[in-house]
């Protein structure tokens, strides 16, 4: 049982019921990954806000721009536009008030009012499929 992130080396013997040994394989590695991505930093790279994560993340399956929100004084903002994933941050060009959809009110990210945002993510995952662990903060 492999319980902790780390570096392990499996090596594999057979015996058949006679006794016979088998060829030992050669020894294979791999790297066991059990800690969870955070979001390191949140920061406003205009006209963009780039969120910066603990590592490399990917998108799953069902992921959608608003699985990113900001949330502010009881109003919720989520991400649209066209979100840039490379390696451990995603940037977000903008973001609609309170709803996701075509019809929704859409502020530019170096826009968003002024205070102090809850940051959450859905849908993201490093390599070995850990979602993202915890919130985020921003203040503008």
Known sequence: YVSKTGLYTLTVKATDYAGNLGTTNTATSFYYDVTRPTIANVALASPNIVVTFSENVVKSPEFKAWNISFVSSGTTYYATGTLVLSN???????????ATGTSAATVLANNLPSGTYTVSVYNITDYASNTVSGNGSYTK
């Open 88 to 98: 451990n941050t995603i940037t977000v060009p903008e973001f609609t008030i309170g």
